[in-house]
């Protein structure tokens, strides 16, 4: 096993998926001959060539589009967002055609595409550059999203995601890209839709995807350490397809939830976690499902704000002791 | 309209020094002094201003994305030095210099970069998000070519109310194949807006040349063409020939309500943003080229000293002056106190901030 960078993890992922399968294409602004705006696709034009790794004009709406047509007649693209905030200019491509015309054609017609991209707040950035949308795009049937939190999952989803025969949305986070893990030096994938418990315990189940998993098992230490509590943490790694019964298992070994995610909290991904444990495993409850979410407004650019508008270990732990007094 | 000789990038390095042909346009010509001077003032501000910028992001009192205008002042200085009551603007994230130019402070502007509660957006824009709506300025906007719906919906609303004025909406080079600009570009020129788009060309999106992101007939500029709209191009190196050619369009969105595209021929000295190490795409030599040969700002000093509307001493203080109001403003944005976790939730609605007997919403907008 190597120890990689999640950056170098999705790297690799790619790589080898280019390699494997000469269909599959990079494409993206600055993906090729600038190496990638966060570095992910470095060393890919010059392995591969400008036919499969292609850079794009600031024409998200076309390119994308684009990316879904070829993916419709089987190319298997792989489109960067320099971040994910830039999908809203392409929004009827990504909702309304990649999701839609599978159906729509009576299973006619598949669409392959893989788009991928940063979706994280905490880069002092502001409101337009900070959105998390996994819970806009998971709440439409025909679209699957993923939201890897360590270098293993970003490698094992991605490559996934691109052998998947539907569009699968891959959801990373600038702040992630450093992180370090061990990763298999043997081709593997990570399945979408199959959660990892984390960390093992048995007083408090904490339910986290992206950063958020960070955040939790960081505050799942201070838990231990300082209160003497055994805490479970699932990470989703997947929002849809949404592995119920790995989330519903812990429950019912801890008999108390705390959900934890960086989205704001109207409509989150959480209020639909909220919603499955209620509904079948409300008797396994000992108390009420928390959440901990972003303060609800806009992203602030203020950096010492925003820190503190993102979930962070204090929060979660705070939110933790509520569930277990 | 006359169509002009296609200048592209590396042809507008060809002109020769000297003074420029548009000194004598009518524009020009009747500038008082103090005028002239004022005009030099500020864009010795600008380039000072963000000069002061580069240390403090250094100093790591700035984060997230900081875009830097030096080079391109005389884009902004001309073209706002044109506009009256009724003209606005608006552009993308490249967006200090504009901000000075239609006159915020440099005190404001600097304590937003910081994320002070005394910036201009109290904090919660950051860098690529100035806003001056009372003085005819609507951002600072994050999202490439975003601008450009909304500042013809700025020319809309000015014709609308029946007011004689204009809206300039500024983008990159980059930004032009937005497709929210076409569709901008169509609506402009099909209901006769009082608009100017300013492309302004530096030859680079990111680190993609323009050559390398755009298929176009010769210039940026005559996609107009395509709607039926006039357009110009520029030298955007020669403040005086940015206001010749704006008068122009300005006079035609005022007398005409019609509208028209500029394509700006300009440069930037720095990387896309301070997070671009600028190693990659383009050549040092072609950057000491364009600062040695075309700096906009030096041009105007060189073309007002022989005018004698400056003296070198002159020009020492004007620039002296800027430099100090500079260190005063990072100081100021130093001392200046952060916004409080309260303020996150404030200037979300409209409403929530106004509660009293005339609101009439019920429910909860804010959710935990
Ligand atoms: C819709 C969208 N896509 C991508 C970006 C990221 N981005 C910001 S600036 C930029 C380059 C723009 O270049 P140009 O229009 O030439 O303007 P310049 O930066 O040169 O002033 C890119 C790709 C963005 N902010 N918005
Ligand atoms: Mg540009």
Redesign the interface.
Known sequence: MAVISYREALRAAMREELKRDDKVVIMGEEVAQFNGAYKVTEGLLKEFGPKRVVDTPISEAGFIGLGIGASMLGIRPVMELMFWSFSYVAFDQIVNNAGNIRYMSGGLINCPIVIRGPANGGTNVGATHSHTPEAILASHPGIKVVCPATPYDAKGLLKAAIRDNDPVYVMENTILYNDKGEVPDEDYIVPLGVADVKREGSDLTIVAHGRAVITSLKAAEVLEKEHGVSVEVVDLRSIRPLDEETILASVRKTHRALLVEENKPFCGVDAQVAYLIQSKAFDELDAPIHRVSSIDAPQIYCKRLEDQQLPDVNRVVREALKVLA | MAKPAVLTHPESLKRPAGPSEYAKDPVNASMSKAEKIALYTKMARIRHFEQRCIRIYQQGKI???LHLYVGQEAVAAGTISLLGKHDHIITGYRDHGHGLMVGMGMNECMA?LT??VTGC?Q????S??YFAPDKNYWGG??????QAPLGTGLAYAVKYMGLKGSCLAYMGD??V????VHEAYNLAALWDLPMIFVVENNGY????SQE???AHPGCLAKRAEGYNMAWDVINGHDVYEVRAKTALALKRAHEESKPTVLEIFTYRYFGHSMADPDK??RDKDEIKEYRDKKDPVLLFEQELLREKVLTPELSQKINDAAMAEADKAAVFADESP????A???KH?YWEEDNRGPDTTSRGTI???
């Open positions: 984060g997230g994305f937003e994320g002070r957006s904090g919660k824009g950051g690529m998000h906007h994050g999202i490439v070519g975003g980059g930004a194949n937005q497709g929210a999106s990111m680190g993609t390398r992101s755009t990659t795409y952060d916004p409080t976790v303020d996150v939730t979300i804010i959710f935990e």
